[in-house]
């Protein structure tokens, strides 16, 4: 609807307008832990050639409290991570949603060289997603919803893979 629009409305106008709607459909999000960029859609698109997106399955899920928005990472020790509000947690795979923006150089002390100074990859699409000991990276290949989707099925076909084979073992 937004690229319809931008063809007749201005940017900030139509972004003002995608707003009120996503805030009629989903209500405000903040009081479940996500936060809006300063940005509107297009805006951010034009700025940053990242689109914003809702995955309506997974705000569902929050909102029923399957799924748990956390912040302020403080550390991981093994499985266990524990977080600035002193709350601990065990997990058996962890998932940084770093949102829009690579702010992964801040908070993972090694990266084993698989980062560049901007925090994505220095390996190229299609080979960026899979780092070491278990590092992954999804949409960092800025491909869009498309190329998301590719690094997460990879990712998830190689979790499998590395848990079938431990089973076995």
């Known amino acids: 609807m937004g690229m319809v629009?931008?063809?007749?409305?201005?940017?900030?106008?139509?972004?003002?307008?995608?707003?009120?709607?996503?805030?009629?459909?989903?209500?405000?999000?903040?009081?479940?832990?996500?936060?809006?960029?300063?940005?509107?859609?297009?805006?951010?698109?034009i700025a940053t050639g990242r689109s914003s997106v809702i995955d309506v399955?997974?705000?569902?899920?929050?909102?029923?409290?399957?799924?748990?928005?956390?912040?302020g990472l403080s550390s991981i020790q093994g499985n266990e991570?524990?977080?600035?509000?002193?709350?601990?947690?065990q997990f058996?795979?962890?998932v940084f949603a770093t949102g829009y923006q690579s702010k992964v150089k801040s908070w993972l002390k090694d990266d084993f060289?698989?980062?560049?100074?901007?925090?994505?990859?220095?390996?190229?699409f299609p080979n960026h997603w899979k780092g070491e000991n278990g590092l992954y990276?999804?949409?960092f290949a800025r491909s869009g919803l498309a190329g998301i989707s590719m690094d997460a099925e990879n990712i998830a076909d190689d979790i499998?893979?590395?848990?079938?084979?431990?089973?076995?073992?």
């Open 81 to 89: 991570v524990l977080f600035t509000d002193d709350k601990s947690y």
């Open 137 to 139: 990276f999804a949409g």
């Open 57 to 71: 399955g997974t705000v569902a899920k929050i909102k029923s409290g399957e799924i748990q928005v956390v912040k």
């Open 5 to 45: 629009l931008v063809k007749y409305l201005n940017v900030r106008l139509v972004d003002t307008l995608l707003l009120m709607l996503s805030n009629l459909k989903y209500g405000d999000l903040s009081k479940y832990g996500i936060t809006r960029p300063k940005l509107g859609p297009l805006s951010l698109k």
């Open 113 to 124: 060289g698989l980062l560049g100074q901007d925090g994505f990859p220095v390996a190229k």
């Open 160 to 169: 499998k893979m590395a848990h079938d084979c431990c089973e076995s073992a």
């Open 92 to 94: 058996d795979a962890i």
